[in-house]
T-cell receptor
C-alpha cells in the first residue's frame, strides 16, 4: 500500500498565485486532515473531513479551501498565496481517529 | 476542545542514558493520546497510542508511555537512547467522541550525543 501520498513535495509560489496541494490515501480511511507545521508551533489543523462530502474548519482555515468528493482524495487549495503561508503542509488520514497516518509533506515557499 | 502541552522544547541526553519526554493534556471529555516522531525532513511516524485499557503502552523502537488520568499526563520514556533517536517528538490528543480533530503539542527536540 502507498498509504498517504502528497504532491508536490516542493513548491515555490509568488504572492497572489493560487495552487492546489494534492493528497490521496488508499487505506479506505474515513477521516482526512490537513495540517501546517511551523517552527516552534507544532502542527496546526487547517481543515478536516469525516467522509466524502463532509468538511469542516480547523484552527487556521483562513486562506485555504478544501473539498472531499471521494473517500480517497482531499485536495487543499490556496486561493491567493501570501508569505505567511510559507510552511510545511501535511495531509493525514485515519480510520475513525484510532491513529493518523501522515504523508511525507509539501514544503511551500511564497515569495 | 482539548489542548496538549509539551513542557520541554529541547532535551539533550547522552547515548545509553534514559530519557523522559513530558506531555500534559487538558480536556473536558475523554481523549485518545498519541506520540509521533519526526526525523529531519520527513513526515510523522506513529510511535505509540493509548486508546483504552492498560495505562502502560509500549511502542516501536523501545519507547513506552504511561497514561495518568489523575495528572492528565502521557509521558514518553526510553530506558536507553541511541544516536538514531535524535528527532522531534510530538504528543497529540483527540476527543474520543468525534475523533476527527487531532491536536498537537509544540514538540520536543531530543538530541542524543556521545
Amino acid at each position: 500500500n502507498a498509504g498517504v501520498t502528497q504532491t508536490p513535495k516542493f513548491q515555490v509560489l509568488k504572492t497572489g498565485q493560487s495552487m492546489t496541494l494534492q493528497c490521496a490515501q488508499d487505506m479506505n480511511h474515513e477521516y482526512m486532515s490537513w495540517y501546517r507545521q511551523d517552527p516552534g508551533m507544532g502542527l496546526r489543523l487547517i481543515h478536516y473531513s469525516v467522509g466524502a462530502g463532509i468538511t469542516d474548519q480547523g484552527e487556521v482555515p483562513n486562506g485555504y479551501n478544501v473539498s472531499r468528493s471521494t473517500t480517497e482524495d482531499f485536495p487543499l487549495r490556496l486561493l491567493s498565496a501570501a508569505p505567511s503561508q510559507t510552511s510545511v503542509y501535511f495531509c493525514a488520514s485515519s480510520l475513525r481517529g484510532f491513529g493518523y497516518t501522515f504523508g511525507s509533506g509539501t514544503r511551500l515557499t511564497v515569495v | 476542545a482539548q489542548s496538549v502541552t509539551q513542557l520541554d522544547s529541547q532535551v539533550p541526553v547522552f547515548e545509553e542514558a534514559p530519557v523522559e519526554l513530558r506531555c500534559n493534556y487538558s480536556s473536558s471529555v475523554s481523549v485518545y493520546l498519541f506520540w509521533y516522531v519526526q526525523y529531519p525532513n520527513q513526515g510523522l511516524q506513529l510511535l505509540l497510542k493509548y486508546l483504552s485499557g492498560s495505562t502502560l503502552v509500549k511502542g516501536i523502537n523501545g519507547f513506552e508511555a504511561e497514561f495518568n488520568k489523575s495528572q492528565t499526563s502521557f509521558h514518553l520514556r526510553k530506558p536507553s537512547v541511541h544516536i538514531s533517536d535524535t528527532a522531534e517528538y510530538f504528543c497529540a490528543a483527540v476527543n474520543t467522541g468525534t475523533a476527527s480533530k487531532l491536536t498537537f503539542g509544540t514538540g520536543t527536540r531530543l538530541q542524543v550525543t556521545l
